[in-house]
């Protein structure tokens, strides 16, 4: 059964403090990794998906790696709007389940002013 | 249409009464999902169709819970004879296939059983 760890569960910066995320997997044929973005209340926001090891996205502040046993969502001199809980999630090749996503308990990110 | 969106958004009921959910996704995806999520964790996975076919269900779901995706367009949830454990943030996501099948997820429908 495919598992996704993320660390730390909660994560406090002072804006412009430059951090990273982890999110360690175990699944049967990655298929993607994916992360998404959560603010409370609300469906979680895509943000990248990473298919093999070695792969990286980069999106504003935001850069994502991928590994054969774990991903990190870097964050370079965040903002306060960073703010957020960030969610890792897998799909495998799982007992013929192709398609549905695994998660990670989350990543809560609090960035001060 | 620029996004999946849910209704209701949120939904107060009694034990034991029945509740149901739509969710209606990104114009022309085929894939469409459904997740509960509960306070301080990740969002797990119920089921899933391609179209109109109920193609996996999740071992959550159990003989109370429903979902129908007639003419392979919007969807419903029911949830018959409501507990307090089914209390949580419902999510509706859907995909393309072709485009790295990546979910894009509605707002949620929050579901408190009194």
């Known amino acids: 059964e495919d598992q996704v760890t993320q660390s730390p569960e909660a994560l406090r910066l002072q804006e412009g403090e430059s951090s990273s995320l982890n999110c360690s997997y175990t699944v049967s044929g990655l298929r993607g990794l994916f992360w998404y973005r959560q603010d409370p209340g609300k469906g979680p926001e895509f943000l990248f998906t990473?298919?093999?090891a070695g792969e990286e996205k980069e999106k504003e502040r935001l850069k994502a790696t991928l590994t054969k046993k774990e991903s990190f969502l870097h964050i370079t001199a965040p903002k306060p709007e960073d703010s957020a809980t960030y969610l890792c999630?897998?799909?495998?090749?799982?007992?013929?389940?192709?398609?549905?996503?695994?998660f990670g308990k989350g990543t809560l990110l609090t960035v001060n002013p | 249409d620029t996004g999946v969106s849910q209704d209701p958004r949120h939904k107060i009921t009694k034990r034991g009464q029945n509740v149901t959910f739509r969710c209606d996704p990104i114009?022309?995806?085929?894939?469409l999902y459904w997740y509960r999520q509960t306070l301080g964790q990740g969002p797990e996975f119920l089921t899933y169709f391609q179209n109109e076919a109920q193609l996996e269900k999740s071992r959550l779901l159990s003989d109370r819970f429903s979902a129908e995706r007639p003419k392979g367009s919007f969807s419903t949830l029911e949830i018959q004879r409501t507990e307090q454990g089914d209390s949580a943030m419902y999510l509706c996501?859907?995909?393309?296939?072709?485009?790295?099948?990546?979910?894009?997820f509605g707002p949620g429908t929050r579901l408190t059983v009194l």
């Open positions: 996501a859907s995909s393309l296939t072709g485009l790295g099948d990546t979910q894009y």
């Open positions: 999630a897998v799909q495998g090749h799982s007992g013929g389940s192709n398609y549905k996503l695994t």
């Open positions: 990473l298919y093999s």
């Open positions: 114009s022309e995806h085929n894939r």
